[in-house]
């Protein structure tokens, strides 16, 4: 006999039993009943069940009266009044199978739910505890662990939690990456399917950085952090997740949307079936069948399985309430750079003013840029830097929001950012020839306009594909809102199938936009700090990329880990359909319970077989919640002659 494994299950039981004392003291009390009456105890047995079921009512019964006050009906009345109606009757045993039923009905919903939130569970549960400190001096070439000379003794093995940045680690195959960081070996693969739910390993150079929560390949590598754990790529999907597990699913609106006329339906059609025979059994036959459990259970599976399903395709969904509204959305905004583009602007030219020369214009902006959280500012900094310049600090400096950026540099005065910006300056800031898919930077110096930057985004090439699969799923109301100029902006909306566009906007306008788009729910993609308060704002906000903003992170209802557009038409496809998984459930359900009422109303079915049979239907709406969890099968028609194939939808796993 295996006594680890017998050991194991006691202790398992052991703990259900804690966890569910009343489903526990159900089970012994049907087994003392079922003795009872073995042994020739009939009444004994009628009133010991008799008795328990109306304890369990009016434990039932007292949280009922505290909704019904609060104006709030829900669907326990008719489970209170199926066991009333049992024990009236004397249909204990059946009085005892609703107990159970419903007492168990929340260590189903516990099974189920672990079931949905599997990929949920995963990335918790991949949370790196240890990592292996190298010495200082590591970040040599000496210690390289690809090298024949590398002995890995020196390591130190340190909780996660207290590493540093600075800190040189060791990763070792198949291990976890602890922190965010820099590889200092020359070369290595990392699979990054359980953050961006991409399959493909991804290589990784000296120099490149490496992100937390990434699965190392076959070959020790070394990083050196960037980052601590709380501050790191894995932690703050982390706790997104977090967020989104213990997030209540839109369930109540769901269930109370069915629970009245449900309630209503059942009491009529056991009331007349009441009348009818005369026999006020056949009102206790018609109620076994009326329980709710599809209603209470079933939903929140599948919104739980549709939150597990889009964690492995790296988008964390905050709540089962924001699945539903990505289900039912009717429209969508999009902001430009960074979202629809891939927001990485390339310098094109420099148009310095007479009295300046390229290089000093370029310094004088990058040394202001450095101050500004915006993706061109980025782009400049890079540029100076590609060409050996170096930034001056600044004594002051501050970032307007969507217009540039004011920063006192060597003591001068220097503006940099959109025309409108400069020219409040310097009126005569003039404009600056743009071709499609370019963008102008302005600077002023000291109140005079001293010329400009010719920055180029391209559109992403997946954007139009993008858009085509969202009207695909009924969101044909789609906008670009954006700070950039008109032409920029018509330019790169052309690129990508957008007709309706909003240029020159500042954070509120874009709020205002969003407000009065007609076609509601309103989706929101955005990428940047700018774009919180739209994100908020919107009636789904999804942020683009968790390694960039927090802010937007934070603010958004959605996150895509992946820096990749399509991940939006995949979050919508999957809300799609976990609402129509989770409404099919429910339906199954009360259809399933209203055709057994009707044969129960004739007599054909006893309240033991009735309630025995009800488990089956909670069983079915449960299973066909759970389908939540897959995506559909799209069957394309080829042409004659050809073989006919099939394709998952993308995203589904």
């Known amino acids: 006999m295996d006594f680890n494994r017998l050991s194991v299950s006691r202790a398992a039981l052991s703990r259900a039993l804690r966890r569910y004392p009343i489903v526990a003291v159900t089970v012994v009390v049907i087994a003392a009943v079922l003795l009872l009456l073995g042994s020739g105890a009939d009444t004994t047995a009628q009133w010991l069940a008799s008795l328990f079921t109306l304890g369990v009512v009016g434990l039932t019964g007292v949280g009922m009266v505290r909704d019904i006050l609060r104006g709030h009906w829900g669907l326990d009345i008719l489970a209170v009044v199926a066991m009333l109606a049992t024990v009236a009757v004397g249909e204990y045993i059946a009085a005892l199978i609703i107990v159970l039923m419903l007492s168990g009905g929340e260590a189903l919903e516990d099974y189920a739910a672990g079931r949905a939130k599997g990929e949920l569970n995963a990335l918790l549960d991949r949370a790196p505890?240890?990592?292996?400190?190298?010495?200082?001096?590591?970040?040599?070439?000496?210690?390289?662990?690809?090298?024949?000379?590398?002995?890995?003794?020196?390591?130190?093995?340190?909780?996660?939690?207290?590493?540093?940045?600075?800190?040189?680690?060791?990763?070792?195959?198949?291990?976890?990456?602890?922190?965010?960081?820099?590889?200092?070996?020359?070369?290595?693969?990392?699979?990054?399917?359980?953050?961006?739910?991409?399959?493909?390993?991804?290589?990784?150079?000296?120099?490149?950085?490496?992100?937390?929560?990434?699965?190392?390949?076959?070959?020790?590598?070394?990083?050196?952090?960037?980052?601590?754990?709380?501050?790191?790529?894995?932690?703050?999907?982390?706790?997104?997740?977090?967020?989104?597990?213990?997030?209540?699913?839109?369930?109540?609106?769901?269930?109370?949307?069915?629970?009245?006329?449900?309630?209503?339906?059942?009491?009529?059609?056991?009331?007349?079936?009441?009348?009818?025979?005369?026999?006020?059994?056949?009102?206790?036959?018609?109620?076994?069948?009326?329980?709710?459990?599809?209603?209470?259970?079933?939903?929140?599976?599948?919104?739980?399985?549709?939150?597990?399903?889009?964690?492995?395709?790296?988008?964390?969904?905050?709540?089962?309430?924001?699945?539903?509204?990505?289900?039912?959305?009717?429209?969508?905004?999009?902001?430009?750079?960074?979202?629809?583009?891939?927001?990485?602007?390339?310098?094109?030219?420099?148009?310095?003013?007479?009295?300046?020369?390229?290089?000093?214009?370029?310094?004088?902006?990058?040394?202001?840029?450095?101050?500004?959280?915006?993706?061109?500012?980025?782009?400049?900094?890079?540029?100076?830097?590609?060409?050996?310049?170096?930034?001056?600090?600044?004594?002051?400096?501050?970032?307007?929001?969507?217009?540039?950026?004011?920063?006192?540099?060597?003591?001068?005065?220097v503006r940099v950012g959109k025309r409108r910006f400069v020219a409040e300056a310097d009126p005569r800031t003039r404009r600056v020839e743009l071709a499609p898919g370019q963008m102008g930077v302005y600077l002023s110096v000291d109140g005079r306009f001293a010329g400009s930057l010719v920055m180029s985004d391209t559109a992403r090439s997946n954007a139009a594909q993008t858009l085509d699969r969202l009207r695909g799923f009924g969101i044909t109301d789609t906008v670009m809102l954006t700070g950039d100029g008109s032409a920029t902006a018509n330019s790169m909306a052309a690129a990508v199938g957008i007709t309706d566009v909003r240029a020159n906007l500042l954070p509120q306008d874009k709020v205002a936009a969003v407000a009065a788009l007609p076609q509601r729910p309103v989706i929101m993609v955005g990428d940047g700090v700018n774009d919180a308060p739209v994100l908020a704002a919107a009636g789904v906000g999804i942020a683009m990329g968790a390694r960039g903003s927090t802010a937007a992170s934070e603010s958004a209802d959605v996150v895509i880990v992946a820096d990749d557009i399509s991940k939006v038409a995949t979050a919508v496809d999957i809300g799609r359909r976990t609402l129509q998984v989770a409404l099919g459930s429910i339906w199954i359900g009360i259809a399933l319970s209203v055709a057994l009422m009707l044969v129960a109303a004739f007599g054909f079915i006893p309240a033991v077989a009735g309630a025995l049979t009800q488990e089956l239907v909670d069983l079915v709406a449960i299973l066909n919640a759970l389908r939540a969890l897959h995506g559909r099968k799209l069957f394309r028609r080829a042409p004659k002659g050809t073989t006919v194939q099939t394709a998952a939808v993308p995203g589904s796993v």
């Open 129 to 413: 505890q240890v990592a292996h400190r190298l010495p200082s001096g590591a970040d040599t070439g000496e210690q390289d662990p690809h090298s024949s000379n590398y002995a890995p003794g020196p390591a130190e093995d340190i909780p996660a939690t207290e590493v540093a940045a600075g800190d040189v680690l060791l990763v070792k195959p198949a291990e976890v990456v602890p922190v965010d960081g820099v590889m200092l070996s020359d070369a290595g693969s990392f699979d990054e399917s359980s953050l961006t739910g991409e399959s493909l390993p991804v290589a990784r150079s000296s120099g490149e950085a490496v992100m937390s929560g990434s699965v190392n390949g076959t070959r020790a590598v070394r990083i050196r952090a960037t980052a601590t754990t709380a501050d790191s790529q894995y932690q703050r999907i982390v706790a997104l997740v977090r967020e989104a597990s213990e997030s209540k699913a839109p369930v109540v609106r769901l269930a109370d949307r069915y629970a009245v006329p449900f309630t209503a339906v059942s009491l009529l059609i056991a009331g007349i079936a009441w009348a009818v025979s005369g026999d006020p059994v056949r009102f206790a036959e018609v109620l076994v069948l009326a329980t709710p459990c599809p209603l209470l259970i079933a939903a929140p599976v599948a919104f739980m399985g549709g939150m597990s399903r889009a964690a492995g395709s790296g988008i964390i969904v905050k709540g089962g309430a924001v699945l539903e509204q990505l289900g039912r959305a009717k429209s969508a905004a999009f902001d430009k750079t960074g979202t629809l583009t891939y927001g990485r602007p390339e310098l094109v030219s420099v148009n310095p003013e007479p009295g300046f020369d390229a290089n000093e214009l370029l310094t004088l902006a990058a040394s202001a840029e450095q101050y500004s959280s915006h993706v061109l500012a980025a782009s400049v900094l890079a540029a100076a830097e590609e060409r050996g310049l170096r930034t001056a600090p600044a004594d002051t400096a501050q970032e307007v929001a969507t217009n540039g950026v004011e920063a006192l540099i060597s003591g001068r005065l």
